[in-house]
């Protein structure tokens, strides 16, 4: 049978069944999955724990030969089999299948990477699906990762603003290991149960990693020298160009966006929160757009494209760069055009 890692823990409370298959592309929640499955065969009574590289041909004939080998009087123990690239061969399927085939009071923990289609129709997985339980694991989208934030938060007792969700899913995306590091911390640093945006910038914030969203806000304030020094400070720690323009674009956008609503006769304040700027970056944003006009944006989004060209080589010139010139250009907004002009 097929159950969700989210309904894990439910189906272990109703009793162990012999044997798990646990597969995945998200290593955080496989390994979490596996956790879950190994307390609770601790507590059905699982003394022993043997594992098993599937890499290693023998493992497979000392896998029948555990099941076979019962004593009257041994513990009871949770065998594990390692299966990376999600195939455990032809060996493996023989194996698994006699494996499954025996009578044993012990339990079967199969930890595998993604298992392809062609690999689900095979004899041991359908086998293994019949007799035992599939936890497959799906990587979060995006567009989830807000509510699977939130969901560990609540698991931890604490209450989360939606801004500051919003702040911790967007410098976490990608990586949710990342995620559940950043969790943790906040809920170790955090004054209260209350997390704000001010709690995820001032934590968060403190990771070399996340210096980039911090080193775009201090260019929006207009602070073109404090940018350009945690921009040189980025590059020598080793952070990759196009993980910092990324963040700069994003903000590039959304001025770019904000004055082109404003061209129109939208108010700035109104135009930045149709474009889903939080309530905590509206002054910031709207100072940006203030000290802009579309010729000196259109300077910048130059200097972003160039600099994202060089990054993927299709453009000559040094990314860092253009990097540098673009954050002074956000920095400095409609002076910089005009210094431009009088070069």
Request: glycine share 6%; hydrophobic share 40%; with cysteine.
């Amino acid at each position: 049978m097929h159950v969700k890692p989210e309904q894990l823990e439910q189906h272990l409370k109703q009793g162990m069944r012999s044997c798990y298959l646990v597969t995945g592309a998200e290593p955080l929640i496989v390994q979490e999955c596996a956790d879950a499955i190994r307390r609770a065969a601790r507590a059905a009574g699982c003394v022993d724990r043997e594992r098993f590289d599937s890499s290693d041909k023998e493992s497979w004939h000392n896998l029948v030969q555990s099941a076979s080998a019962m004593s009257l009087f041994a513990d009871r123990k949770l065998i594990e089999i390692q299966v990376e690239n999600g195939k455990p061969g032809t060996e493996g399927s023989k194996a698994l299948q006699e494996y499954l085939s025996i009578d044993s009071d012990d339990i079967l923990l199969i930890v595998a990477g993604k298992i392809d289609k062609q690999s689900q129709r095979a004899k041991w997985y359908t086998a293994l699906d019949q007799g035992g339980t599939v936890v497959t694991v799906w990587p979060i989208h995006p567009r989830d990762l807000p509510s699977w934030i939130q969901q560990r938060l609540n698991q931890r007792g604490m209450k989360c603003d939606r801004d500051a969700i919003t702040m911790l899913a967007e410098r976490v995306e990608g990586n949710l290991l990342a995620a559940a590091q950043e969790i943790e911390k906040l809920s170790l640093l955090a004054n209260d149960t209350h997390i704000t945006t001010d709690t995820v910038s001032q934590s968060v914030g403190n990771s070399a990693r996340y210096n980039a969203f911090n080193m775009v806000d201090t260019a929006l304030a207009g602070d073109a020298r404090g940018a350009l020094r945690a921009l040189r400070g980025l590059k020598a720690e080793g952070s990759a160009a196009p993980a910092i323009l990324w963040p700069v674009s994003k903000e590039l956008r959304l001025l770019i966006d904000a004055s082109s609503a404003v061209k129109k006769g939208t108010p700035p304040g109104a135009a930045l929160d149709r474009l889903g700027v939080w309530r905590s970056r509206l002054n910031l944003m709207q100072q940006a757009l203030g000290r802009h006009t579309p010729e000196s944006l259109d300077q910048c989004l130059r200097l972003n494209f160039a600099a994202d060209g060089s990054a993927k080589g299709f453009m000559p010139g040094d990314c860092w760069d253009y990097l540098e010139s673009l954050v002074v250009a956000i920095a400095s907004g409609a002076k910089s055009e005009m210094a431009r002009r009088r070069v």
